[in-house]
């Protein structure tokens, strides 16, 4: 168990300051392809260790969505807000999300700090089917 977990306090690891290139898909499709064989060699359903990416921001985050949708920034960004005003409302009130793709989201606990409250979240995705790029509704249970 971490410091931070039995002190209540949060920690946040730094990275380097330095902002960093973009990745090259091909440059780490090798090692998570070595370590997705690795997992399916090693058998067995119980939990195994992820590499943690980096983190994505609110900025990030819309400028991924103006660029997939075609539309502007400036008619973006109030969406996006009020999508995740109404997430962290709805999570705060320890409502089960069900969002698709996106996953089932369930409170699983949650903890008073002096800043606000820490939520710990179970979140459950399907393996998209392949049905040539169709995403039938009855072809996945969660």
Known sequence: MSNSAKTGKSTQVSTSTKPKPAPD?????????????????????????????????????????????????????????????????ALADHRELNLLPFGKFKVINEKDLSNGKMLRVKIRQIQPADNNGLNGAGSAKL
Do not use: F, H
């Open 25 to 89: 898909s091909s440059a780490e499709a090798a090692p998570v392809a070595a370590l997705q064989t690795n997992v399916a060699q090693a058998g067995g359903d119980g939990p195994r260790p992820v590499i943690a990416g980096p983190i994505m921001r609110k900025k990030e985050l819309i400028d991924t969505v103006v660029e997939r949708s075609g539309i502007k920034k400036k008619d973006a960004k109030p969406v996006i807000d009020a999508l995740l005003g109404v997430l962290g409302e």
